[in-house]
């Protein structure tokens, strides 16, 4: 199989299926509602407080949360909250990516690289990964996008290991052209 292959769902959300280099395969969606995924990436400047707030509710207090969100900006990396932080699902702040240019296409594909090890690590181990960033941007993040499909398509290079879902939460007033890039950016790739 070379590149990646549109699902029966193409024609009105993306739904793409990237195969690695080791015969995996990783479905790439934005239709998340009936996924029960086994993490949640979000990020404390994309999303807010009280997104993450809403994921993790009482169960950690906010002064530590607060301090692993800023740990995460300060050191420029993605930060895995304790396991008890959510009852249903593993927790992982991922600073914002910066500038909308070159250089934040650079970083978000760096920050992706790494919010994808850090969801295979023996703490985490997920198979299921949804990315929250995404929506509630209200202009489209276009180097974000691109660098977030840049490291998937290095990734496929090698293999996604246990991780088989990537989910998209996207805003309504940035889907069109979400879905646009990645499908360009995925379906179009053909260099495998």
């Known amino acids: 199989m070379v590149g990646a292959e549109f699902s029966s769902a193409e024609r009105s959300h993306v739904k793409i299926e990237v195969p690695d280099s ?6 790439v969606t934005i239709e998340t509602q009936n996924t029960a ?5 979000c990020s404390p400047k994309s999303d807010g407080f009280t997104y993450l707030n809403g994921i993790v509710g009482r169960r950690i207090p ?3 949360l607060d301090l692993a969100c800023q740990a995460s900006i300060d050191r420029d990396e993605v930060c895995i909250l304790p396991s008890d932080a959510s009852k249903d699902r593993r927790v992982l702040i991922v600073p914002n990516a910066g500038a909308s240019n070159a250089i934040g296409r650079q ?17 985490v181990q997920a198979a299921t990964l949804l990315v ?4 509630c ?3 489209y993040p276009q180097a974000h ?5 840049d490291a ?3 990734l496929k290079r090698h293999s996604f290991l246990g991780l088989t879902v990537l989910g998209f939460d996207v805003a309504h007033s940035i889907r069109a052209a979400f879905e646009r890039d990645v499908k360009n950016a995925l379906v179009n790739e053909n260099s495998f």
């Open 132 to 135: 929250t960033h995404f929506g």
């Open 145 to 149: 996008v691109l660098g977030t499909c």
């Open 107 to 123: 970083n978000a594909a760096r920050l992706m690289a790494d919010l994808f090890r850090a969801t295979q690590t023996e703490e």
């Open 137 to 139: 941007m209200r202009s």
């Open 62 to 64: 906010r002064s530590e």
């Open 22 to 27: 080791t015969g995996g395969t990783l479905i």
């Open 152 to 154: 998937i398509i290095e």
């Open 37 to 41: 995924f086994d993490a949640i990436a």
